[in-house]
């Protein structure tokens, strides 16, 4: 592990702690008893989320940009993140137990990837990323949209499924921490694995293939194993966006670097700012909490244009 991923893990581990003695109840107004409950139970279980999630997003990110050769892509421009959400908000309004929503979300979020490739490359072969992200965005309104018709047709479960459209980390529990752990630990080590591959991807499928890479087979099987593990988090969790945009393009504005590196910083720095912006949205204006995806959607989006900003500098030089 090199110099500054050692930083990173510093500072994760200290912003863990940070957290779990950060909220709007003083610990130091209650007793032994009632404060060791708050950390151990409500805030050591939310920050571990926070860090898995972000984990996640920015792992998945940093993948689906390479493999659709699109720097805008995520789990959110290409639409999944509703089709997750539509698919947890299904456990809640029918007799599908709560359990089963991960998987409702992953046979969702992956359905929504398919038919926005599917529909990108009827209106374009060569899948320009306009089209590509247009098509994500579209089919992402369309499903917003189904969802909204299910808060109509369902008005006492509106708090349930309004929970999932701003994303909160409030319902975290060890339970959901250690599935999501096993999930993003796997695709990690399997996308390390396939590090080589990846960056054989970004020369083009003609010259990738020539090198020995079955595109064909590899491309939808690491797309596949990247969409789970942030699946599952918007599952348990609701729409956290962008975050799988901004963390890998700012690193690689910072520092052009191959897969690997890539990978592991953008899964500890993605982990580290859902965090911060997680423990702030809590806080900053206590006892009311900013939901999680409003929070990251404040200090987000203006990156976000900042990136646009950088990229189309580039393109015109």
């Known amino acids: 592990m090199n110099k500054t991923n050692c930083i990173l893990v510093f ?19 209650i007793n032994n008893m009632q404060a060791f409950t708050i950390m151990l ?3 050591l279980p939310r920050a571990l989320m926070a860090v898995l999630t ?18 805008m892509a995520d ?28 998987v409702l979300s992953i046979v969702l979020g992956l359905a929504s990837l398919l038919a926005v490739l599917l529909i990108a490359r009827k209106l374009d072969l060569t899948y320009r990323p306009e089209t590509l992200i247009i098509t994500g965005i579209l089919l992402g309104a369309l499903l917003s949209g189904v969802l909204y018709i299910i808060i109509l047709l369902f008005p006492e479960d509106t708090a349930n499924i309004a929970r999932y459209m701003f994303g909160s980390l409030g319902g975290a529990d060890f339970s959901r921490i250690s599935v999501l752990l096993i999930l993003t630990s796997a695709a990690f080590i399997i996308l390390e694995r396939y590090g080589r591959v990846l960056d054989l ?9 020539a090198l020995g890479v079955n595109v064909s087979v590899i491309r939808p099987a690491l797309l596949i194993t990247a969409s789970v593990p942030p699946l599952v988090a918007i599952s348990y969790t609701g729409i956290i966006a962008l975050v799988g945009i901004i963390i890998p393009q700012i690193i690689l504005y910072v520092k052009p670097m191959a897969f690997r590196p890539l990978l592991k910083r953008s899964v500890l720095i993605g982990g580290l700012y859902v965090l911060i912006v997680d423990t702030l ?5 206590a006892p009311l909490q900013i939901p999680t995806g409003v929070m990251v959607m404040l200090s987000a989006v203006p990156l976000f244009i900042f990136l646009l ?7 015109a030089r």
């Open 54 to 71: 972000g984990a996640a997003l920015a792992m998945s990110g940093a993948v689906f940009q390479i493999i659709l050769k699109n720097p």
């Open 75 to 102: 789990s959110f421009t290409l639409g999944m993140a509703n089709g997750a959400v539509l698919g947890a908000a299904v456990t809640v309004v029918t007799v599908i137990p709560a359990a089963f929503a991960p």
């Open 201 to 209: 991807l970004k020369l083009g499928d003609i010259r990738a293939h």
């Open 281 to 285: 949205g809590r806080t900053l204006i």
């Open 11 to 29: 500072l994760l581990i200290i912003s863990v702690v940070l957290s779990i003695f950060t909220g709007s109840v003083n610990l130091g107004d």
């Open 309 to 315: 900003y950088k990229r189309i500098l580039v393109n």
């Open 41 to 43: 139970d409500v805030r």
